[in-house]
């Protein structure tokens, strides 16, 4: 087993996080939701596995590449 970062795909803004550390993830399953020129981006689980750790809240502003969740895999 091994800790893998999920980093946001876009620059926007968090409006939902859906997870929090412990919970068990599907792939596919919603981790947040990224606002982008008034679009929203769900970001999703890549693998199967066990949140860690949420690196992010309602209203932060990310960037490409920001790390936002760590998952166990």
């Known amino acids: 087993m091994h800790n893998e970062e999920i980093r946001a795909p876009l620059t926007g803004t968090i409006i939902r996080v859906d997870v929090s550390p412990d ?3 599907s792939t596919g ?4 939701l990224i606002e982008s020129m008034k679009l ?4 999703v689980a890549p693998t199967d596995g066990t949140i860690t750790d ?5 209203g932060d502003t990310v960037e490409i ?3 936002s969740c ?4």
């Open 65 to 67: 590449g920001r790390a």
């Open 54 to 58: 949420v690196m992010v809240t309602p």
């Open 70 to 73: 760590r998952e166990r895999v």
């Open 29 to 32: 399953s919603p981790l947040c």
């Open 23 to 25: 919970d068990v993830v």
């Open 40 to 43: 929203e981006h769900p970001l």
